[in-house]
Structure formats: C-alpha cells, structure tokens
C-alpha cells in the first residue's frame, strides 16, 4: 500500500519530466535527422564536425568558461563577506533580486549604458580617457554575461559558506594555520560542494547564450546558440539547427555528470 502510494506521488513528477524533458529532447533528435529539403540524412552530423562548427563549439566552451571563471572570483568573496554581515539574508535578496528582472530589459539598459553617448562614456570622457568603442566587443559581452549569471554563483557558495561549521576554522588557526591555508586546507575543500553547484549554474546556460550575443557584441561573438537561432528563424534549416542543439545537450550532460561527481563540503554534525 505505501509503496503505491508513493508510486502515485511520483506521477505528477514523471509526467513532468516526460513532457518537458524527454519530449524536447526526442523531438530535437527527431528534427536533426532531416535536411532542409526534409529529406532523411545524417548529412547534419557530417556537417557539424567541419571546422567551422567545430570552432563555434570550441569558441562556445571558451567563452562559457570566461564567464564561469570571473562569476567565481566575484562570487565567492562576496558570498564570504555576506556570510559575515549584519541581516545577511537581506543583502542577499538584494544581490539576487535583478535576477527577477526580464533578460531583455537589462540587456536594452546596458546598450545605453555602454552606447557612444551612455553614461559611461561621458564618465571616461570627463576623466580624460575619450570616448571608446565599449559595446559590441567581447569585453562587453562578457561583462553583461557575468552580471546576468553573477546571482546564480552567489547563492548556492553563499548556503556552503553559511553552513560552514566556524569551530573548524577556529580549530585551524589555533593549531597555527595562516589565514591562507585556512582557507586552502578547511573552506574551499568544505564549500567546493557550493562551487560545483554555481558552476553548473552558471556555465550550461551561457553555453548556449545568444540574445546577448546579438544585443550586446553584435556580430563580433559568434556562438553554438546564435548558430542555432540562425538556422530556425533566418535560414529556416531546423534539421541544422536540432543537430547542433542535440551536441548542446550532450555537453551539458556530460559537464553535469562529471560536476556532480564526487561532490564533497558535506558537513556531518557529530
């Protein structure tokens, strides 16, 4: 009896995962088996091993990278300086709360932000500098790709700090450890669970980026997703498209499981 009733509790969640999960991704795979003309082929597949899909991915994984990295070295001491103050959940709404906001919206605002006549030229105008080519370049891609995703690291290392047993850390520096190798030897290793989750968070989405590639660097980013958006709505090849999306898939796949692997920071009250 209890098991069927837990079988009947797991429904709602199987149906969920069938229709927005498997569905999607059986019909990608569908549509990848197809050319332009909807003929059968598994020309699609030859196709994204030639250098230039194969220097998109590798562009793609660079660039997701980048932006993984720089969200890590500001995440992780902002999280630590919050586990620190006063009413930290209210700094942390804070933080996260422009995450609420539409992508779109804040990608119209960094175009006045960075365009000719925005506000940050006329600071570097007014400092001396000049005014500089800021948007569409790489430098602002990046730098809007890391504020956008920047909430998504901050609250999964911001828990594994704020469950950090602090008798550890007091252990270690009485038995003489610097502030360094305490944080080498007894907080990262401890937190690295949070990490990994902010990682994950961070780096499988801006894989696949291509809103901000086009509203931010224009033509100068050129990714898998604005590949993918390409071929559905301007060249109108979904077979393409759904055989590139599919590569994605796999990707983020292997990066969850090789992330997820081995997880540790898992704290045991004794």
């Known amino acids: 009896m209890q098991y069927r009733t837990r079988n009947m509790y797991l429904m709602?969640?199987?149906?969920?995962?069938?229709?927005?999960?498997?569905?999607?991704?059986?019909?990608?795979?569908?549509?990848?088996?197809?050319?332009?003309?909807?003929a059968l082929t598994l020309a699609n597949y030859r196709r994204f091993f030639t250098p230039v899909y194969l220097s998109m991915a590798v562009r793609s994984f660079?660039?997701?990278?980048l932006i993984t990295?720089?969200?890590?070295?500001?995440?992780?001491?902002t999280a630590?300086?919050?586990?620190?103050?006063?009413?930290?959940q209210l700094w942390l709404v804070l933080i996260i709360m422009p995450s609420w906001m539409n992508l779109l919206l804040k990608a119209y605002a960094f175009i006045g932000m960075f365009g000719t006549y925005g506000p940050v030229n006329a600071l570097l105008s007014a400092v001396g500098i000049g005014t500089r080519q800021i948007l569409?370049?790489?430098?602002?891609?990046?730098?809007?790709?890391?504020?956008?995703?920047?909430?998504?690291?901050?609250?999964?290392?911001?828990n594994a700090l704020d469950e950090l047993n602090p008798s550890l850390v007091a252990a270690a520096r009485d038995l003489g450890a610097s502030g360094w190798d305490t944080f080498r030897r007894v907080v990262f290793p401890l937190t690295i669970s949070g990490v990994k989750s902010g990682c994950r968070?961070?780096?499988?989405?801006?894989?696949?980026?291509?809103?901000?590639?086009r509203l931010i660097a224009g033509n100068r980013v050129i990714t898998l997703g604005t590949a993918i958006e390409q071929h559905f709505l301007?060249?109108?090849?979904?077979?393409?498209?759904?055989?590139?999306?599919?590569?994605?898939?796999?990707?983020m796949g292997l990066i969850m499981a090789l992330t997820g692997s081995g997880e540790g920071g898992k704290q045991h009250a004794r």
Do not use: C, N
């Open 12 to 38: 709602p969640y199987a149906a969920w995962i069938a229709l927005f999960v498997i569905a999607p991704i059986a019909l990608i795979a569908y549509y990848s088996m197809f050319d332009i003309d909807g």
């Open 62 to 65: 660079w660039y997701a990278f």
């Open 69 to 77: 990295m720089f969200s890590l070295l500001v995440a992780y001491p």
């Open 80 to 88: 630590y300086l919050l586990t620190k103050t006063r009413h930290k």
């Open 136 to 158: 569409f370049t790489e430098f602002s891609f990046i730098f809007v790709a890391v504020y956008i995703f920047i909430p998504f690291m901050i609250l999964p290392i911001f």
């Open 201 to 213: 968070a961070v780096f499988i989405p801006a894989l696949s980026l291509f809103m901000i590639t």
């Open 234 to 251: 301007v060249t109108q090849d979904w077979g393409m498209g759904s055989t590139i999306a599919v590569f994605l898939v796999i990707a």
